[in-house]
Every structure is written in structure tokens, then in C-alpha cells.
């Protein structure tokens, strides 16, 4: 199976204070994105890497220049930057992932790859580890049921269609959703398959992440 990715590296990185994009954050004369990058590069089934991010920046900050790569610019939002990358997909089958979330593992891949033999759309998830309250205007308003709760990470894996499709109609809608799941939750017309993610899949927001 064939897939192209869109990874989103188009934000400001604010909370890093690093007065530029935190994607381009060196750890051991790599940047985060590089980082990301490599399980992809070295997948032979990835046949297509779209970054999300300002073409100047990523010239700017590493060399990777494979046969495989496109950039495309970013949007005001990331489910706008998201759209850009989807007008660039050629593959039947697109993965969209967090630039910021270096550590995803090949297994992982493996596991999306895998339920979309049988699905139209899967995203890794990890089980809560802590109690969760609903909250009101400060106060609690109820304790959902832990075992029910699950976190949700990326890479996120569509048929490409199926995603465009439910962008467009949110576009439409002006409806924004918190990730590109919830946009297939809300149009699809589709079950999305929760496959097991990795509590080491961590998104890099603030300097102590990179421990």
C-alpha cells in the first residue's frame, strides 16, 4: 500500500520562546523535523512527503531535498494548512501528521498500514491515564468514565477522497475541528478505526518534551 503524508510544520512554536518555528529546534545537529521526517523517508510505501511549512524556513534550516518531498505553503490555521497539503496528494491513501511529533515509530506506521486494509480511516490512540472532569464556569459538572476516554495522536490515516470531501464540507460550514478526525466524525458518513498508538509518540511543545 501505497500513501503520501502531509506533515503539518507551519506553526510559530510560541509556548517554546524561541522567536521561530520550534520544527526547526536543533537536538544533536538535527532539527525536530528532520526527526519526524525519517520514519517516512525511510519507509518504502511513503512514496510522497508534503511539508506544510514557509518554503524559505525549510531552505533555510536543513538539506533534505529527496525526490519525494514537496513543500507547500502554510494556512492561518492548521486545518487550513492541512487543506493546502491535500490539493497536493497524489496517492489514493494520505497520512497527516504533526510536525512536532518526532517519535513516532515504525511499528506504529506498521498498525495504521495495516487497519487500512479494511477501513476508510484510522488514527493512533492511547488510553487515559488520568481521571477527567468536565468543568463549567469553574465548577464540575461531571467525571466521565476513564475506561471510555482516549487520547488521540497522529499520524491520522485517510482514504484521501473521503478526507478532501470532509474538508471541503467544513469549509462550507465554516466548521473548525480540534483534528482532521473529527472533520470525518462530523461528514464522513464513516467509522474511524482507533489503532493502539505509544505514550512515547509525544508532541513537542515546550523544551521539557525533548527529555
Not at 56 to 72: A, C, E
Not at 146 to 165: D, G, I, N, W, Y
Not at 175 to 203: H, M, P
Request: glycine letters at 8%.
Amino acid at each position: 500500500m501505497n500513501y503520501s503524508v502531509i506533515i503539518v510544520a507551519a506553526g510559530k512554536g510560541t509556548r517554546m520562546n524561541l522567536g521561530y518555528n520550534k520544527v526547526y529546534y536543533r537536538v544533536d545537529g538535527k532539527t525536530i523535523l528532520e526527526r519526524t521526517m525519517k520514519v517516512f523517508e525511510e519507509d518504502k510505501r511513503c512514496s510522497q512527503i508534503i511539508i506544510v511549512t514557509e518554503g524559505l524556513d525549510y531552505k533555510q534550516h536543513t538539506n533534505r531535498f529527496s525526490g519525494k518531498i514537496v513543500i507547500v505553503g502554510g494556512g492561518k490555521t492548521r486545518q487550513e494548512s492541512v487543506e493546502n497539503g491535500l490539493f497536493a496528494v497524489k496517492e489514493d491513501i494520505v497520512f497527516v501528521h504533526d510536525g512536532a511529533r518526532p517519535y513516532v515509530s515504525k511499528e506504529c506506521i506498521n498498525r495504521l498500514c495495516k487497519s487500512m486494509e479494511r477501513n476508510d480511516a484510522a488514527l493512533l490512540m492511547v488510553p487515559a491515564k488520568d481521571t477527567i472532569k468536565s468543568v463549567k464556569d469553574g465548577y464540575i459538572e461531571y467525571t466521565p468514565l476513564r475506561e471510555t476516554l482516549m487520547h488521540a495522536q497522529t499520524p491520522q490515516v485517510f482514504k484521501t477522497a473521503l478526507l478532501l470531501s470532509c474538508y471541503k464540507k467544513a469549509k462550507f460550514d465554516n466548521f473548525v475541528g480540534t483534528d482532521d478526525a473529527s472533520l470525518v466524525e462530523k461528514y464522513g458518513n464513516t467509522r474511524i478505526a482507533v489503532v493502539e498508538g505509544d505514550y512515547k509518540n509525544k508532541k513537542i511543545t515546550t523544551t521539557e518534551d525533548l527529555d
